[in-house]
């Protein structure tokens, strides 16, 4: 005779609901991850124009001389190899140049950025702090080393399976591609909006899941690849993209780089490549023997990053990398940057990922909004994670603006007053959700509030603090306060349209 007993030892009905109480809030934690990522990536579309916002005062030129460029990358070096308090690790000077985007110049090594005016004479310091904050939030979570770009990268591979499985989920994908049941209850409206937005721009959402996977999963690989075959040497696994100290070798026979060679090697590549535009000068492994220049310059109709030259120490021209034109691999992995960001067309380009980064902002926000309304359906709700959901989905958007205003106002790190105020708004919405029968409706309207007021916070303390109404801040400022505006006058329209009704917690809104 069998012995029909369970393997598994009699579990309490409590423990059970302890786990069940668990999994849903790991669930909440990582559909909360995915939409932080997204809106910072939707933000951080403009951050070239947010460099320029941050540091409005700063001198602005168009094509400086290449004289000019030359005292900066002289004066630069100086500066890094004084600088005591710089990290070993970087090895390297860059000097930027003007760009229709960003029509400054600056020299930077490490976290040290310093700006220059048209005359090649320093003018001060010229770090982002804010823009720093919120593209290292998109990056890597501000988390240590390698484990946030590890997480992003598998949210990024976890989005392009959620975008393939929700396609492959609709068979009916093209004839309700403009199907919009906006009158057919609360569910059925969020069910339509998140499909015909994942629909009609899956190409787009493609794009960015895969790049941001790539860019993310690319560096931690590197990192064990480097571990395991090269040593650690974390160059050696990147040499057939970026070359390496052989081909290094090769160019400067062990020479560093000569007087006048910058002001030549601007010259050559102006008679050699006239269509490239210069946008940065590199002094790789400044003051050391093997110190070299490289200037990598933006190509026309190409989607790579760049055009990589390569100068010997006189400044002559010794070869091109052939990012914009090489392998398959070479190219696809030079365009990572620029797909991911759109930053390789222009203004236009910037608008429309914007509006498309919204769009998934929206379908990652009301993917556990379904959820959440279906399960009250079926008679199971989750009140409170409801709630905070529904807080923390625009609490933590206002929570952006908030901390870049509070560093303009106070100096306070933008990253430590911004995860304060993330685990303010989880902690409140928590025990508020606990505390408080207001309904669902009422919490929304309160955290669209808090957002449009934060957006017009900021264009307020950035004018109080910097006083300036430059063309390098007031289209920011302004796009930030007619945003928060309509956020304002849309949240005071959906209240008087949708009323307040008593909803008792768990009661399922329509």
């Known amino acids: 005779m069998s012995d029909a007993r369970p393997i598994w030892p009699k579990i309490s009905p409590a423990f059970v609901k302890d786990q069940l109480a668990g999994h849903k809030v790991l669930g909440l934690w990582l559909a909360a991850l995915m939409y932080l990522v997204c809106v910072s990536g939707t933000a951080a579309v403009f951050y ?167 860019i993310g999963l690319a560096q931690v690989v590197g990192f064990a690849l480097a571990l ?63 110190e070299h220049l490289e200037i990598t310059a933006a190509m026309p109709q190409s989607t790579a990053y760049g055009e990589i030259f390569r100068f010997d120490p006189e400044g002559r021209l010794h070869s091109r990398k052939g990012l914009d034109s090489g392998s398959v691999g070479e190219q696809a992995y030079a365009s990572l940057y620029p797909l991911h960001f759109g930053s390789f067309g222009g203004l236009p380009v910037k608008l429309a990922y914007f509006v498309l980064g919204v769009g998934l902002c929206v379908i990652c926000a009301t993917g556990l909004d379904i959820w959440l309304v279906k399960s009250a359906e079926k008679g199971k709700p989750h009140p409170a994670l409801h709630r905070v959901w529904t807080v923390f989905v625009w609490g933590m958007p206002a929570a952006l603006p908030a901390a870049a205003a509070a560093h303009l106002a106070f100096g306070w790190s933008p990253v430590a007053v911004f995860w304060a105020l993330l685990v303010l708004i989880a902690a409140g919405a928590a025990a508020g959700a606990r505390l408080s029968d207001a309904p669902q409706s009422a919490w929304s309207a309160g955290a669209r509030t808090a957002f449009g007021l934060s957006l017009i916070l900021l264009p307020l303390v950035h004018f109080a603090v910097l006083r300036s109404a430059s063309p390098a801040a007031l289209p920011l400022n302004a796009a930030m306060a007619a945003g928060g505006l309509a956020v304002l006058v849309h949240s005071a329209w959906a209240a008087l349209r949708t009323g307040v009704r008593p909803v008792r917690l768990g009661e399922a809104e329509t």
């Open 48 to 214: 070239q124009e947010l460099e320029r916002w941050e540091r409005p005062a700063l001198p602005e030129m168009t094509q400086p001389e290449p004289e000019t460029i030359a005292r900066v990358v002289e004066d630069g070096r100086a500066r890094m190899l004084a600088d005591t308090g710089r990290d070993p690790l970087f090895e390297d000077l860059f000097v930027i140049l003007p760009t229709p985007e960003v029509p400054r110049l600056s020299a930077a090594w490490g976290e040290t950025t310093v700006a220059y005016d048209a005359a090649g004479r320093a003018v001060g310091d010229a770090g982002h702090p804010i823009t720093h904050f919120l593209v290292e939030l998109h990056y890597q979570l501000h988390l240590p080393g390698g484990l946030g770009l590890l997480l992003v990268g598998l949210l990024g591979a976890g989005l392009v399976a959620l975008i393939v499985g929700g396609l492959l989920a609709h068979p009916r994908i093209l004839k309700d591609a403009f199907l919009v049941r906006a009158r057919g209850g609360r569910r059925l409206a969020l069910t339509d909006v998140h499909n015909r937005l994942g629909v009609w721009a899956a190409p787009f959402h493609l794009v960015i899941a895969l790049t941001g996977a790539a």
């Open 228 to 290: 395991t075959f090269e040593g650690g040497d974390f160059e050696k696994v990147f040499e057939p993209i970026f070359g390496g100290g052989a081909e290094t070798q090769a160019i400067t026979g062990g020479r560093p780089v000569a007087d006048g060679a910058v002001v030549r090697a601007l010259a050559e590549m102006e008679a050699k490549a006239p269509e490239a535009r210069p946008y940065w000068v590199v002094l790789h492994k400044a003051g050391q023997p093997d």
